[in-house]
Nanobody, 122 residues
Framework: VQLQASGGGLVQPGGSLRLSCAAS????????MGWFRRAPGKAPEYVGA????????FYDDSVKDRFTISRDNGENTVYLQMNNLTPEDTAVYSC????????????????WGQGTLVTVSS
């Protein structure tokens, strides 16, 4: 399984970005895809996740109502729409996949993408 995250960049506070995570080497018909981020000098942080079968989503309180996770079954891709970004959202964002039930713990995820940098600054 290979995961390719993309879509990061520089955005002003209050702006939006959409990240993509394309999966190859598998068909995401089950399991969970999660998004995590790591800010400079900080520990990795859970952002949100989507259960592939059914599309149910979960979010950390820090991004709830600003971020939205969605999936494109045909493209084997998951998206992270980020709105109303703040400097505190600056981080490397990574996607990861696990089998089985939802988890917010990075250690439960088996496959990881390489990450994409999001910088929120004026």
């Amino acid at each position: 399984v290979q995961l390719q995250a993309s879509g990061g960049g520089l955005v002003q506070p209050g702006g939006s970005l959409r990240l993509s995570c394309a999966a190859s080497g598998c068909t995401l018909s089950s399991g969970v895809m999660g998004w995590f981020r790591r800010a400079p000098g900080k520990a990795p942080e859970y952002v949100g996740a989507i259960i592939w079968s059914g599309g149910h989503t979960f979010y950390d309180d820090s991004v709830k109502d600003r971020f939205t996770i969605s999936r494109d079954n045909g493209e084997n891709t998951v998206y992270l729409q980020m709105n109303n970004l703040t400097p505190e959202d600056t981080a490397v964002y990574s996607c990861a996949v696990k089998s089985g039930p939802f988890s917010r713990y990075a250690s439960d995820y088996r496959y990881w993408g390489q990450g994409t940098l999001v910088t929120v600054s004026s």
